[in-house]
């Protein structure tokens, strides 16, 4: 998929450059399936079967000299399931010199739940009532989605991602999932939400990578049974739900939402690194000690230590899942100094050894 930002961008131009296009996509072993074109927000989303992205540059290159300023590979499955198609809408119409024209952006609006580790509440609540309690879970989230026109992308073990259209049907989801979860008595899961709201390709590699990934640094800083609501999705939906009132929800300012933003990415840059410590993540923020250790209270609820320690025993968990690794290179890898350290903060934060969590992973 590649993004073109064009000033002023209609339509009409855009069904006139597919046409190019498909006119020359056998010469460079390409097929052109389909795009998105948004006039108000003036960029063009092209998705093309191609053997690599060179291929995509030198197609638009000869067809029409519209080079796109960004492609990145994605599952076709993805695709469909985030834009709700991946050929051309089967309602598009055709003008008197054949020319297919459609205005169909591709701005969405993504809801992903986050509720407790499975496995952590299995070895808490047994087997049995996890199973209950999950499938339950699943139940809601699924009759709610489809009762609000949602698109399920992903279901991992702890949670949903929903694509919506509309910011409102977003929300008004997520309330109706807190409404039934309550009515379940399902306290236990944890439940926490958070919706943000963008485009497929921006400066992740991954499709809605940075719009996906915010989503979820909301979800972290929500409480439980919240919905955390970026600032471009609270403005969406200002008349729909904020007239009405809900202790619900849970926004930050554009500005806290920026630092957060800076917190996760330092974070996500240098967690495996053993010797990145708070007086890195000072540096690396421009920030005093103090400075950081009021932002990051006050976004979070954690100290910039517990904070970093936290998201290391995630991002180990997530190391255990994935593959077979011993508790030695999982300390390493996911940034603690010693085996006995990792295992001490393992214990604190989640009730047991780690050994024990790699006994119920397999």
Known sequence: MDVHIIPGVKARDVAQAHTMDLAHQEEHQCKCMTYWIDEERESVFCLIDAPNKEAVEELHSQAHGLIPSKIIEVKSTLVESFLGRIYDPVNAETTNEGLKVFSDPSFRILLVTKTADPLLLKYKSGAAKTEELL??????????????????????????????????????????????????????????????????????????????????????????????????????????????????????????????????????????????????????????????????????????????????????????????????????????????????CFKKKYGLLPMAYLELLH
Not at 310 to 315: A, G, P, Q, T
């Open 135 to 344: 499938h339950n879970h699943n139940k809601i989230i699924r009759q709610k989605l489809q009762h609000f026109g949602g698109s399920e992308a992903e279901h991992g073990g702890a949670g949903f991602i929903i694509s919506f259209t509309s910011a409102s049907a977003a929300v008004s989801c997520a309330l109706a999932i807190l409404d039934a979860v309550k009515a379940a008595g399902a306290n236990e899961l944890d439940l926490r939400i958070g919706i943000n709201a963008g485009e497929p390709v921006e400066k992740s590699n991954q499709l809605f990578g940075d719009t996906l990934q915010f989503a979820q640094n909301l979800c972290a800083i929500a409480g439980t049974m919240q919905v955390a609501l970026s600032s471009t999705v609270k403005q969406l939906v200002l008349k729909d739900h904020f007239q009405k009132g809900s202790n619900n929800f849970f926004t930050l300012s554009t500005q806290d939402e920026n630092l957060l933003q800076s917190l996760h990415n330092i974070l996500e840059k240098n967690w495996c690194d053993t010797g990145f410590d708070i007086s890195n993540y000072c540096q690396s923020m421009a920030m005093s000690n103090s400075q950081l250790y009021r932002k990051t209270i006050s976004l979070t609820g954690l100290s910039p230590n517990l904070f970093l320690k936290d998201y290391r025993l995630e991002k180990a968990k997530e190391l255990m899942n994935k593959k077979h690794y011993s508790i030695s290179q999982i300390t390493f890898e996911s940034g603690f100094s010693s085996p006995s350290y990792f295992t001490k």
